[in-house]
């Protein structure tokens, strides 16, 4: 059952003509990627965006993809690469926040890709002794914290915050431009499979994809979407570390930049990015534990969790509890996001939701979002 839903997870993917978003969008109104295979016409054509067009595409290519999706499922399995759908649990819920996030990853490792405090580190190839220096106090300081920390797997300041979190006990997950099969660069690969051990290999591309040029910006989107915070060592000032912090910023994510010689090539990028009031000026832990609240955050956490209604299974039936354990979480939100963070699909979900508006749980606001009473 779960290789089957694979499948066909695999296969909506790689869909000619279906992007991300869409794939969302399908999948929301269908139930399911199998389901939207299976839909006829008349359904798919209800689902905004959707033209003839590309329900001739669907019907056209399904059979080629679903054979295609069989044996990469089938390679997974061999490789011990988990294939994580945006529906899944496991799929990084920082990640899914953002408006261009893959819709399935391929992980190799055993990190929790949710977990509490994320860290990106990224910089540039070049690194010097101060930048490598500075690189492994800054993950020697967040030991305490239980930072994970994620970065690209380059030479540089990537390779350097791998090792250093590897020596410190910490998680680390190297995000790749490459398929889960192939790690680049290869000189880096015995710091992968210790990695494998404690952390992990992430990336959106299948296998046998090789590290073209283009798909390293693609990469550091994922970088700095699925982490709380980056932080930026050394970056000259054309360089596709700028492009990370620049991603990042326009996440709303926090940025943080390592004040350099300013002799220095390579601390160019990172003095102009506090100077453009781009990124926060790291100088010590303090300044980190200071941007993201973690002084408060154990604190603030114990308020809520003992300020948070408990909601009582018996009062709700399974559907229910999906929508306001994800209200519960955000408080408000729009009802495709509704469909997708709880997965309840939308054809069920306004039944869903005038029932528990009935009950007082929630109320409607305009423009499709509902907010938790």
């Not at 390679?75 to 294939?83: F, I, M």
């Not at 819709?103 to 190799?108: E, N």
């Not at 709380?228 to 700028?242: H, P, Q, R």
């Not at 000026?281 to 948070?308: G, H, M, R």
């Amino acid at each position: 059952m779960v290789e089957e839903q694979n499948i066909y997870e695999v296969a909506i993917t790689r869909m000619p003509g279906v992007g991300a978003q869409l794939t969302r969008l399908l999948v929301s109104y269908c139930g399911s990627p199998k389901a939207v295979f299976e839909a006829p016409p008349g359904k798919l054509l209800k689902i905004p965006g959707v033209g003839p067009k590309l329900i001739q595409n669907i019907r056209e290519n399904s059979r080629s993809t679903l054979v295609q999706a069989e044996e990469w499922v089938k390679r997974a399995d061999e490789l011990e690469v988990q294939l994580l759908f945006y529906t899944s649990p496991k799929f990084p819920n920082r990640l899914k926040q953002i408006p261009d996030a893959p819709t399935l990853l391929y992980f190799r490792g055993n990190a929790d890709l949710n977990q509490r405090r994320i860290v990106s580190m990224v910089g540039t190839r070049q690194i010097t002794t101060y930048g490598q220096t500075v690189t492994e106090r800054i993950i020697e300081d967040l030991k305490p914290f239980n930072v994970m920390i994620v970065s690209g797997l380059a030479y540089g300041v990537d390779v350097v915050a791998h090792r250093a979190a590897l020596q410190a006990g910490l998680p680390t997950i190297g995000v790749m431009a490459s398929g889960p099969d192939i790690v680049y660069p290869a000189v880096h690969r015995k710091y992968a499979e210790r990695m494998l051990l404690q952390g992990g290999l992430l990336t959106e591309n299948p296998f046998g994809t090789k590290p073209d040029a283009p798909r390293f910006p693609a990469r550091n989107r994922i970088i700095a979407g699925m982490s709380d915070c980056t932080i930026v060592v050394e970056a000259a000032m054309k360089s596709g570390t700028l492009i990370t912090a620049d991603i990042a910023h326009s996440y709303d994510k926090e940025v943080m930049a390592v004040p350099g010689n300013i002799n220095s090539p390579v601390s160019e990028g990172t003095n102009h990015l506090i100077k453009s009031l781009k990124a926060v000026a790291y100088t010590s832990v303090q300044d980190l534990v200071e941007l993201l609240n973690w002084d408060l955050e154990d604190e603030a956490a114990q308020k809520k969790k003992a300020s948070a209604p408990a909601f009582d299974p018996a009062e709700f039936n399974e559907d229910e509890m999906k929508v306001l354990q994800v209200l519960q979480q955000s408080r408000e939100e729009h009802m495709d996001n509704l469909s997708w963070k709880s997965q309840v699909p939308v054809s069920l979900l306004a039944s869903v939701l005038l029932g528990l508006e009935f009950k007082g749980m929630i109320k409607a606001l305009p423009g499709k979002r509902f907010i938790l009473l």
